[in-house]
Protein backbone atom coordinates (compact mmCIF):
# COMPACT_ATOMS: atom_id res chain seq x y z
CA UNK A 1 0.00 0.00 0.00
CA UNK A 2 2.54 2.25 0.81
CA UNK A 3 5.04 1.61 -1.88
CA UNK A 4 1.98 2.15 -4.29
CA UNK A 5 1.15 5.18 -2.61
CA UNK A 6 5.24 6.01 -2.88
CA UNK A 7 5.11 5.08 -6.70
CA UNK A 8 1.82 7.32 -7.28
CA UNK A 9 3.44 10.36 -5.55
CA UNK A 10 7.39 9.61 -6.63
CA UNK A 11 8.30 10.22 -10.31
CA UNK A 12 5.64 8.44 -12.17
CA UNK A 13 2.63 10.73 -11.79
CA UNK A 14 2.70 11.52 -15.59
CA UNK A 15 1.21 8.02 -15.98
CA UNK A 16 -1.87 8.40 -13.63
CA UNK A 17 -3.57 11.48 -15.24
CA UNK A 18 -6.37 9.49 -16.93
CA UNK A 19 -7.43 7.50 -13.71
CA UNK A 20 -10.95 7.10 -13.19
CA UNK A 21 -10.91 4.54 -10.73
CA UNK A 22 -10.69 5.09 -7.12
CA UNK A 23 -6.74 5.78 -6.08
CA UNK A 24 -7.42 5.14 -2.00
CA UNK A 25 -9.60 1.57 -3.00
CA UNK A 26 -8.81 -1.39 -3.65
CA UNK A 27 -6.46 -2.30 -6.97
CA UNK A 28 -7.18 -5.97 -7.89
CA UNK A 29 -3.64 -7.61 -6.94
CA UNK A 30 -3.80 -10.09 -10.02
CA UNK A 31 -5.92 -8.89 -13.62
CA UNK A 32 -5.48 -11.25 -16.53
CA UNK A 33 -6.29 -10.43 -20.08
CA UNK A 34 -7.64 -11.97 -22.81
CA UNK A 35 -6.14 -9.74 -25.66
CA UNK A 36 -8.72 -10.67 -28.53
CA UNK A 37 -9.90 -8.32 -31.92
CA UNK A 38 -6.45 -8.18 -33.76
CA UNK A 39 -7.70 -9.72 -36.97
CA UNK A 40 -10.35 -8.10 -36.78
CA UNK A 41 -8.74 -4.26 -35.85
CA UNK A 42 -6.87 -4.76 -39.06
CA UNK A 43 -9.31 -6.20 -41.27
CA UNK A 44 -11.44 -3.41 -40.84
CA UNK A 45 -8.48 -1.41 -41.83
CA UNK A 46 -7.67 -3.49 -44.92
CA UNK A 47 -4.93 -4.75 -43.57
CA UNK A 48 -3.55 -8.38 -43.00
CA UNK A 49 -4.20 -10.11 -39.63
CA UNK A 50 -0.73 -9.95 -38.98
CA UNK A 51 -0.85 -5.88 -38.74
CA UNK A 52 -3.18 -6.22 -35.93
CA UNK A 53 -0.93 -8.54 -33.88
CA UNK A 54 1.65 -6.13 -34.41
CA UNK A 55 -0.44 -3.43 -33.25
CA UNK A 56 -1.41 -5.33 -30.58
CA UNK A 57 1.71 -5.70 -29.40
CA UNK A 58 2.03 -1.70 -28.40
CA UNK A 59 -1.18 -2.16 -26.65
CA UNK A 60 0.82 -4.74 -24.00
CA UNK A 61 3.56 -2.02 -23.70
CA UNK A 62 1.14 0.74 -22.73
CA UNK A 63 -0.85 -1.68 -20.64
CA UNK A 64 2.28 -2.88 -18.70
CA UNK A 65 3.25 0.97 -18.06
CA UNK A 66 -0.48 1.11 -16.64
CA UNK A 67 -0.57 -1.27 -14.45
CA UNK A 68 3.38 -0.61 -13.31
CA UNK A 69 2.24 2.93 -12.46
CA UNK A 70 -0.64 1.85 -10.29
CA UNK A 71 0.92 -0.67 -8.24
CA UNK A 72 -0.90 -3.90 -9.84
CA UNK A 73 1.10 -7.15 -8.57
CA UNK A 74 0.18 -9.22 -10.89
CA UNK A 75 -0.76 -9.16 -14.75
CA UNK A 76 -1.14 -11.97 -16.68
CA UNK A 77 -1.14 -11.96 -20.81
CA UNK A 78 -3.27 -14.98 -23.02
CA UNK A 79 -1.06 -14.75 -26.06
CA UNK A 80 -1.27 -17.69 -27.50
CA UNK A 81 -3.82 -20.83 -26.99
CA UNK A 82 -3.48 -24.28 -27.18
CA UNK A 83 -5.96 -24.33 -29.87
CA UNK A 84 -4.53 -20.88 -31.85
CA UNK A 85 -2.18 -23.92 -33.64
CA UNK A 86 -5.03 -24.22 -36.07
CA UNK A 87 -4.73 -20.92 -37.90
CA UNK A 88 -3.10 -20.38 -40.91
CA UNK A 89 1.18 -21.04 -40.84
CA UNK A 90 2.44 -17.65 -41.88
CA UNK A 91 -0.11 -16.30 -38.91
CA UNK A 92 1.26 -18.77 -36.09
CA UNK A 93 4.68 -17.87 -37.77
CA UNK A 94 4.50 -14.61 -37.28
CA UNK A 95 2.96 -14.99 -33.35
CA UNK A 96 6.00 -17.03 -32.60
CA UNK A 97 8.02 -13.94 -33.58
CA UNK A 98 6.57 -11.79 -31.86
CA UNK A 99 7.69 -12.39 -27.91
CA UNK A 100 11.38 -11.52 -29.58
CA UNK A 101 10.68 -8.96 -30.95
CA UNK A 102 8.60 -7.49 -27.98
CA UNK A 103 11.61 -8.36 -25.40
CA UNK A 104 14.25 -7.07 -28.22
CA UNK A 105 12.54 -3.63 -27.81
CA UNK A 106 10.81 -3.92 -24.28
CA UNK A 107 13.51 -5.50 -21.88
CA UNK A 108 15.39 -2.68 -21.32
CA UNK A 109 12.79 -0.98 -19.89
CA UNK A 110 10.98 -3.79 -18.15
CA UNK A 111 14.52 -4.29 -16.19
CA UNK A 112 14.54 -0.41 -15.31
CA UNK A 113 10.86 -1.18 -14.10
CA UNK A 114 11.31 -3.98 -12.19
CA UNK A 115 9.38 -6.21 -13.86
CA UNK A 116 9.81 -9.77 -13.09
CA UNK A 117 8.46 -12.01 -16.37
CA UNK A 118 7.50 -15.66 -16.32
CA UNK A 119 5.66 -17.45 -18.99
CA UNK A 120 2.96 -20.40 -17.97
CA UNK A 121 1.61 -23.03 -20.91
CA UNK A 122 3.04 -25.78 -23.03
CA UNK A 123 6.80 -25.24 -23.52
CA UNK A 124 7.17 -28.32 -25.63
CA UNK A 125 5.36 -27.41 -28.89
CA UNK A 126 7.19 -24.23 -29.07
CA UNK A 127 10.06 -23.03 -31.66
CA UNK A 128 13.23 -22.88 -30.38
CA UNK A 129 13.43 -19.37 -31.13
CA UNK A 130 10.34 -18.42 -29.10
CA UNK A 131 11.44 -20.67 -26.17
CA UNK A 132 14.97 -19.52 -26.38
CA UNK A 133 13.56 -15.41 -26.16
CA UNK A 134 11.70 -16.13 -23.42
CA UNK A 135 13.99 -18.41 -21.06
CA UNK A 136 16.33 -15.38 -21.57
CA UNK A 137 13.56 -13.13 -20.54
CA UNK A 138 12.69 -15.01 -17.37
CA UNK A 139 16.44 -15.47 -16.65
CA UNK A 140 17.51 -11.78 -16.41
CA UNK A 141 14.18 -10.54 -15.24
CA UNK A 142 14.23 -13.43 -12.50
CA UNK A 143 15.41 -11.61 -9.06
CA UNK A 144 13.05 -7.98 -10.41
CA UNK A 145 10.41 -7.47 -7.30
CA UNK A 146 8.30 -5.49 -9.18
CA UNK A 147 4.95 -6.10 -11.30
CA UNK A 148 4.84 -9.90 -12.36
CA UNK A 149 4.30 -10.17 -15.82
CA UNK A 150 2.87 -13.55 -17.19
CA UNK A 151 2.47 -14.31 -20.78
CA UNK A 152 0.37 -17.34 -21.33
CA UNK A 153 1.73 -18.58 -24.88
CA UNK A 154 0.52 -22.16 -25.83
CA UNK A 155 -1.86 -21.80 -22.81
CA UNK A 156 -4.84 -23.92 -22.52
CA UNK A 157 -6.92 -24.38 -19.46
CA UNK A 158 -7.89 -28.09 -20.13
CA UNK A 159 -4.23 -29.15 -21.12
CA UNK A 160 -3.37 -27.64 -17.69
CA UNK A 161 -6.01 -29.83 -15.55
CA UNK A 162 -4.39 -32.97 -17.63
CA UNK A 163 -1.52 -32.72 -17.05
CA UNK A 164 -1.96 -32.19 -13.24
CA UNK A 165 -4.03 -34.81 -13.34
CA UNK A 166 -1.46 -36.70 -14.38
CA UNK A 167 1.70 -35.73 -12.18
CA UNK A 168 -0.77 -36.35 -9.28
CA UNK A 169 -1.99 -39.71 -10.64
CA UNK A 170 1.89 -40.69 -10.78
CA UNK A 171 2.72 -39.41 -7.11
CA UNK A 172 -0.18 -41.68 -6.24
CA UNK A 173 0.61 -44.74 -8.07
CA UNK A 174 4.51 -44.50 -6.51
CA UNK A 175 3.22 -44.79 -3.35
CA UNK A 176 4.13 -41.10 -2.60
CA UNK A 177 0.54 -39.84 -2.29
CA UNK A 178 -2.94 -40.87 -0.85
CA UNK A 179 -6.22 -39.84 -2.97
CA UNK A 180 -6.95 -38.31 -0.03
CA UNK A 181 -4.67 -36.45 0.18
CA UNK A 182 -5.88 -34.63 -2.90
CA UNK A 183 -7.39 -31.53 -2.47
CA UNK A 184 -7.95 -27.74 -4.13
CA UNK A 185 -4.24 -26.97 -2.95
CA UNK A 186 -2.52 -29.61 -3.78
CA UNK A 187 -4.35 -29.66 -7.68
CA UNK A 188 -3.63 -25.99 -7.65
CA UNK A 189 0.33 -26.78 -6.52
CA UNK A 190 0.19 -28.81 -9.82
CA UNK A 191 -0.73 -26.17 -12.20
CA UNK A 192 1.65 -23.65 -14.59
CA UNK A 193 0.33 -20.89 -11.75
CA UNK A 194 1.50 -23.06 -9.40
CA UNK A 195 3.15 -19.22 -7.69
CA UNK A 196 0.46 -17.72 -8.72
CA UNK A 197 -2.75 -16.09 -6.71
CA UNK A 198 -5.56 -16.55 -8.73
CA UNK A 199 -6.96 -13.68 -11.18
CA UNK A 200 -8.72 -11.05 -8.66
CA UNK A 201 -10.23 -9.32 -12.51
CA UNK A 202 -10.47 -10.89 -15.74
CA UNK A 203 -10.40 -8.58 -18.73
CA UNK A 204 -11.49 -9.39 -22.53
CA UNK A 205 -11.47 -7.06 -25.26
CA UNK A 206 -13.50 -7.63 -29.30
CA UNK A 207 -17.03 -8.00 -27.90
CA UNK A 208 -16.50 -12.02 -27.17
CA UNK A 209 -18.35 -13.30 -24.07
CA UNK A 210 -16.36 -16.36 -23.17
CA UNK A 211 -13.00 -17.51 -21.71
CA UNK A 212 -11.44 -19.72 -24.47
CA UNK A 213 -9.89 -22.23 -22.33
CA UNK A 214 -7.98 -19.62 -20.27
CA UNK A 215 -7.38 -20.31 -16.34
CA UNK A 216 -10.63 -22.48 -16.08
CA UNK A 217 -9.75 -23.30 -12.79
CA UNK A 218 -8.29 -19.83 -11.54
CA UNK A 219 -11.31 -18.01 -12.77
CA UNK A 220 -13.44 -19.26 -10.49
CA UNK A 221 -14.10 -16.09 -8.30
CA UNK A 222 -12.58 -14.03 -10.61
CA UNK A 223 -14.63 -10.63 -11.72
CA UNK A 224 -15.40 -10.40 -15.37
CA UNK A 225 -15.08 -7.31 -17.46
CA UNK A 226 -15.75 -7.64 -21.21
CA UNK A 227 -15.29 -4.56 -23.69
CA UNK A 228 -16.11 -4.14 -27.36
CA UNK A 229 -13.04 -2.49 -28.48
CA UNK A 230 -10.52 -4.26 -30.40
CA UNK A 231 -6.68 -5.29 -28.28
CA UNK A 232 -5.35 -2.91 -30.50
CA UNK A 233 -7.59 0.07 -29.58
CA UNK A 234 -7.35 -0.92 -25.94
CA UNK A 235 -5.72 2.34 -23.76
CA UNK A 236 -4.64 2.87 -20.54
CA UNK A 237 -7.94 4.99 -19.85
CA UNK A 238 -10.31 1.03 -20.71
CA UNK A 239 -7.51 0.04 -18.17
CA UNK A 240 -8.47 2.06 -15.62
CA UNK A 241 -12.11 2.14 -16.46
CA UNK A 242 -12.08 -1.51 -15.49
CA UNK A 243 -10.57 -1.15 -12.71
CA UNK A 244 -12.93 1.27 -11.24
CA UNK A 245 -15.94 -1.15 -12.16
CA UNK A 246 -13.98 -3.52 -9.88
CA UNK A 247 -13.73 -1.31 -7.28
CA UNK A 248 -17.84 -1.72 -7.26
CA UNK A 249 -18.42 -4.78 -6.98
CA UNK A 250 -18.99 -6.46 -4.17
CA UNK A 251 -17.32 -10.20 -3.82
CA UNK A 252 -19.23 -12.65 -2.19
CA UNK A 253 -17.28 -15.80 -2.70
CA UNK A 254 -20.93 -17.88 -1.62
CA UNK A 255 -20.97 -16.01 1.60
CA UNK A 256 -23.82 -13.16 2.44
C1 LIG B 1 -6.14 -12.03 -30.44
O1 LIG B 1 -6.67 -11.52 -31.62
C2 LIG B 1 -4.73 -12.55 -30.59
C3 LIG B 1 -4.63 -14.01 -30.59
C4 LIG B 1 -5.58 -14.86 -30.41
C5 LIG B 1 -3.32 -14.55 -30.84
P1 LIG B 1 -7.29 -12.45 -32.74
O2 LIG B 1 -6.20 -12.82 -33.68
O3 LIG B 1 -8.02 -13.58 -32.14
O4 LIG B 1 -8.27 -11.43 -33.43
P2 LIG B 1 -9.73 -11.75 -33.96
O5 LIG B 1 -10.49 -12.35 -32.83
O6 LIG B 1 -9.58 -12.68 -35.11
O7 LIG B 1 -10.26 -10.41 -34.35
C1 LIG C 1 -8.37 -16.40 -27.22
O1 LIG C 1 -8.74 -15.74 -28.37
C2 LIG C 1 -6.90 -16.65 -27.21
C3 LIG C 1 -6.05 -15.49 -27.06
C4 LIG C 1 -6.44 -14.26 -26.89
C5 LIG C 1 -4.65 -15.76 -27.11
P1 LIG C 1 -9.29 -16.51 -29.65
O2 LIG C 1 -9.55 -15.49 -30.68
O3 LIG C 1 -8.36 -17.61 -30.01
O4 LIG C 1 -10.62 -17.15 -29.09
P2 LIG C 1 -11.92 -17.64 -29.85
O5 LIG C 1 -11.47 -18.57 -30.93
O6 LIG C 1 -12.59 -16.43 -30.41
O7 LIG C 1 -12.74 -18.30 -28.79
MG1 LIG D 1 -9.92 -13.77 -31.53
Same mark, same amino acid.
Request: proline share 4%; net charge neutral; no cysteine.
Given at each position: MLERLGKMLGGKQEDTTSTTFDDKGVIPHHIAVIMDGNGRWAKKRNLPRIAGHHQGMKTVKEIVRAADAIGVGILTMY???? $??????KDEVDYLMKLPQEFLATELKELMERNVRISMIGS????PEHTLKALLEAEQKTKNNTGLQLNFALNYGGRVEIVKAMKEIADLVKAGE??? $????EELISSHLYTREIPDPDLLIRTSGEIRV????LWQLAYTEFWFTDVFWPDFKREHFYQAIADYQRRARRYGAV
Amino acid at each position: MLERLGKMLGGKQEDTTSTTFDDKGVIPHHIAVIMDGNGRWAKKRNLPRIAGHHQGMKTVKEIVRAADAIGVGILTMYAFST $ENWKRPKDEVDYLMKLPQEFLATELKELMERNVRISMIGSREELPEHTLKALLEAEQKTKNNTGLQLNFALNYGGRVEIVKAMKEIADLVKAGELKP $EQIDEELISSHLYTREIPDPDLLIRTSGEIRVSNFMLWQLAYTEFWFTDVFWPDFKREHFYQAIADYQRRARRYGAV
